[in-house]
């Protein structure tokens, strides 16, 4: 048995070696990567079809929209304008129904939730076309991310760890979830790496050009997501670090011209994210700014969002408006570099983390506040398992073993994705969504596939012949783990896709059971009522009801027919829906529609959740899973 493990270890060794050959033909390299890419996009764009739009792109393609037509910032400035303007696109070119009337203004105005539901209301059906043509004009981005990946690992570590490193972008089920849509999250995470891939260029070979392109893909990084503003302060602190190790052959005029350089690629960048923005209300003095969360303002006064021309309705509830604290100092009078409504966004996104207005949950505690361990512990259990080990055995080596590449290298790969997660891990005032720290997961890839080729490479450097016992070991067992780990990531992926958005690992025991650990976008973000329809229409259900689809679009908008049951939400298992309503009488193969999200929101001791109370179950009811996100419960079924 020995022998015969022995002799497969050794064959798929040579087969290996002998693909890992083929793959460092430049020709061969280049066209796996643009066969990945092709693969990706029709998974992306089959995913994009089959979905309904998440609770929050109703409110991004309305922004999009508006930024086209008005040529103002105001809706959804919490996110800047790139990726919704790209989306917006096609849906300008096919035509739309308009509906404007739930704009409002004001400090601390959300207008773009009411704006996408009315959205949605006017073009019904058709909606569903709209916000698929929308995803399918971002998935490029996605073509950025797995380009980079591949130049960025192939520059460390040789073309077949870049060709490994963009399969892993191409079928990671995180990635296949937010590419899929028009939300930025992913979309940032490919420019935030094409900017520091750049940067890390320029690093190696300071030049003008490299410096003006590094500036180019900086701007269009931050009019993606303002979570990498983080990068300004950050790279020059990289630069000096790399640098202090030349720092004896570095003469004064070489470090006042990478210092221009820099300077340049600042200002290159400043000036496209103000582009993007039309220059609206650049360089506007700090003073003379309205913020809502206390980091920027100081002191909470009440004040409600105005419409305009309107009364305040139920969706302008009154919101924090803080004081300036920079108002009437000497910071005040300091015009700030960026547009009126990047400064807005950051400042809302910051109150929405000193007070979110909504409970965190983790492992079925619900909590107001997060936890400082919320993302790692969502990592734990939404990557694939094989690809979880091979990036904790890629950071062991990367402590314990000598790598072939530069340290420093590796440095400028590792940091900027570790400050990331640090900074967004702090905001612990929200625990909600694992999609705010992806820009730091394809770093991870490609350190992977550096680690996947330093094992492969190591009996090419050295015979195994030639290796001690320990070492012969090693290199009979490399390839084998390596192939088993990658074949273990990909099956996984694949096994749950389309519905990568509710992936979750088996340590958990997958997608079902999901809900006990984390909800929101991570599992349930309405993305399935696609699956709800069609499975009415397969079953012909001429009508279900539903207890509060929590984190959803209104079904009816889009001509699903659902009706909302009126009375209390405690379920009991009868005859009628609900016992304590027995009035309200339905047959008992009528279909009762509830999301994992409602479902578990009702097993909290107490809450405050509107309409939806306590919804608890006395015992289990016959159901159906649809997709992972929803259940068909049938109340008479099997009496």
């Known amino acids: 048995m020995a022998g015969w493990l022995s002799s497969y270890a050794d064959r798929l060794n040579r087969s290996v070696a002998a693909l890992f050959a083929l793959l460092d033909r430049p020709r061969v390299s280049r066209r796996s990567v643009l066969a990945l890419l092709a693969i990706q996009s029709a998974l992306l764009a089959y995913s994009a079809f089959v979905h309904s739009p998440t609770l ?38 096919v035509g739309y129904e308009e509906d404007w009337s739930g704009f409002y203004t004001g400090p601390g105005a959300r207008p773009e939730f009411k704006m996408g539901k009315d959205f949605v209301a006017a073009n019904g059906e058709r909606s569903f076309f709209l916000f698929t043509i929308a995803r399918w004009a971002c998935i490029p981005f996605s073509w950025i991310g797995g380009i980079v990946c591949y130049l960025w690992a192939r520059d460390l570590y040789g073309r077949p760890a870049g060709v490994i490193a963009c399969a892993i972008w191409s079928f990671e089920p995180n990635i296949l979830a937010h590419a899929s849509l028009m939300t930025p999250d992913a979309h940032a995470t490919a420019l935030g790496l094409a ?35 983080l990068f300004y302060p950050l790279w020059p602190l990289l630069w000096l670090f790399y640098r202090w190790f030349d720092r004896r052959r570095m003469q004064l005029s070489d470090w006042l011209c990478e210092a221009g350089m820099l300077a340049t690629r600042m200002i290159i960048g400043l000036y496209v994210v103000n582009l993007g ?72 996104q910051q109150r929405d983390f000193e007070d979110y207005g909504r409970l965190s949950y983790l492992r079925g505690e619900w909590r107001d506040g997060g936890w400082w361990y919320y993302y790692l512990y969502a990592i734990a259990i939404k990557a694939p398992l094989g690809l979880l080990a091979l990036g904790i ?9 000598r790598s072939p590449v530069e340290w420093r290298d590796t440095f400028i790969l590792v940091l900027p ?65 390596l192939v088993t780990l990658l074949f273990w990531f990909a099956s996984s992926s694949a096994w749950i ?16 059971n999901g809900s006990a650990h984390l909800l929101g ?37 889009l001509g699903i027919p659902l009706s909302r049951y009126s009375g209390q939400s405690h379920w009991r298992y009868s005859d009628t829906i609900l016992e304590s309503d027995p009035a309200h009488y339905v047959d008992r193969k009528t279909p009762i529609v509830s999301t994992r999200n409602t479902l578990q929101a009702g ?37």
């Open 56 to 93: 929050n792109e109703p409110g991004h393609l309305v922004a999009g929209l508006s930024y086209w037509k008005f040529g103002r910032f105001d809706v959804y400035n919490v996110n800047p304008p790139l990726v919704k303007m790209m989306a917006a696109l096609p849906v300008m070119a």
């Open 521 to 557: 976008s991570n599992l349930d973000w309405g993305q399935d009522l696609r699956y709800l329809d069609w499975w009415m229409r397969s079953e012909d259900v001429g009508e279900a009801f539903f207890i509060d689809l929590v984190g959803m679009l209104d079904p009816n908008a």
């Open 417 to 481: 994705p570790l400050v990331v997660f640090i900074v967004v891990s702090s905001k612990t005032g929200i625990s909600e969504h694992m999609r705010y720290v992806l820009p730091c997961f394809p770093f991870a890839y490609i350190l992977i596939a550096g680690f996947s080729m330093n094992l492969i490479d190591r009996e090419a450097r050295e015979p195994i012949s030639r290796q001690s016992g320990e070492g012969r070991m090693v290199s009979k067992l490399a390839t084998p783990l």
């Open 393 to 401: 055995m890629a950071a062991l080596a990367l402590c314990f073993r």
């Open 277 to 348: 923005y039309g220059f609206e209300d650049s360089l506007r003095p700090l003073g003379d700014y309205e913020f809502a969360s206390k980091l920027f303002a100081g002191e909470e006064s009440r004040k409600p969002a105005t419409s305009v021309g309107a009364p305040i309705t139920s969706h302008q509830l009154p919101v924090a408006v803080l004081r300036n604290r920079f108002a009437g100092k000497w910071l005040g009078t300091i015009p700030v570099p960026f547009p009126r409504n990047y400064l807005v966004g950051i400042d809302l």
């Open 195 to 229: 900017a520091c891939y750049t940067f890390w260029r320029w690093l190696k070979h300071p030049t003008w050009t490299q410096a003006i392109v590094t500036g180019v893909i900086l701007g269009l990084a931050e009019l993606a997501k303002t979570t990498l503003i």
């Open 603 to 639: 097993r909290r001791e107490t809450c405050d959740c509107g309409e939806l109370g306590e919804t608890r179950m006395e015992r289990p009811l016959p159901s159906i899973a649809i997709a992972y996100s929803m259940h068909i419960y049938f109340c008479g079924a099997g009496m």
């Open 497 to 512: 896709y389309p519905h990568s958005l509710s992936y979750f690992n088996e340590s958990i025991g997958g997608p079902l």
